[in-house]
């Protein structure tokens, strides 16, 4: 592949090692990665076959979900592959659109952590907070007990209901309530 970039200079992706190409693993996809590679190594059963498909697991993974990053080496602008194989730069010349380059390969169907917390000691005007993607800003701020745990096991059945949820877990003054893992 070729590709010409704005200020006229070339990228060539004819072979592997170049030094102006990269992979990128969106952080949302990263620890699945890296569970995955534990995964084949513990798990890959005793023999050369297991372990040659575990490895190639791994591969085919890492191929999905990468995307391609090049770095003209006349200009420095950098190229993204997009969800549609195509080629975004970093610097966009039309306004941004609140679409993340760096999001999961998943898109929409990416499994993600449930974390409430409540701490009576907290000097804040809220004593509580639950992280979950798509919570509006404060949102996530409680000040009633009975509050934040009842959103955090709505939210909990909900994303297990669509599936959308790797683990959860709820404490109360660092005491562990409640914890869940997509693997239990």
Not at 3 to 10: E, L, M
Not at 55 to 73: D, N
Not at 132 to 141: P, S
Request: proline share 2%; with cysteine; aromatic share 12%.
């Amino acid at each position: 592949m070729k590709i010409r970039c704005d200020c006229g200079g070339i990228i060539v992706d004819q072979t592997d090692y170049l030094p102006y190409k990269g992979h990128l693993i969106s952080d949302q996809d990263w620890f699945d990665f890296l569970d995955a590679i534990d995964r084949a190594i513990e798990k890959s059963g005793p023999t050369e076959k297991d372990k040659e498909r575990a490895a190639m697991g791994i591969r085919r993974m890492a191929g999905h979900l990468t995307k391609l990053i090049y770095q003209c080496t006349s200009c420095g602008l950098l190229y993204f592959t997009n969800d549609e194989e195509e080629l975004e730069t970093f610097q966009k010349s039309e306004p941004f659109e609140g679409r993340s380059i760096l999001a999961s390969a998943h898109g929409g169907n990416w499994k993600q952590p449930l974390i409430g917390s409540w701490d009576d000691s907290r000097k804040y005007s809220f004593k509580g907070y639950l992280w979950c993607k798509g919570l509006e800003e404060g949102e996530g701020n409680f000040d009633s007990w009975e509050r934040l745990e009842e959103k955090y096991y709505d939210m909990l059945l909900d994303l297990k209901k669509r599936n959308l949820l790797r683990s959860a877990h709820l404490k109360k003054n660092n005491e562990i309530v409640h914890q869940w893992s997509d693997e239990s």
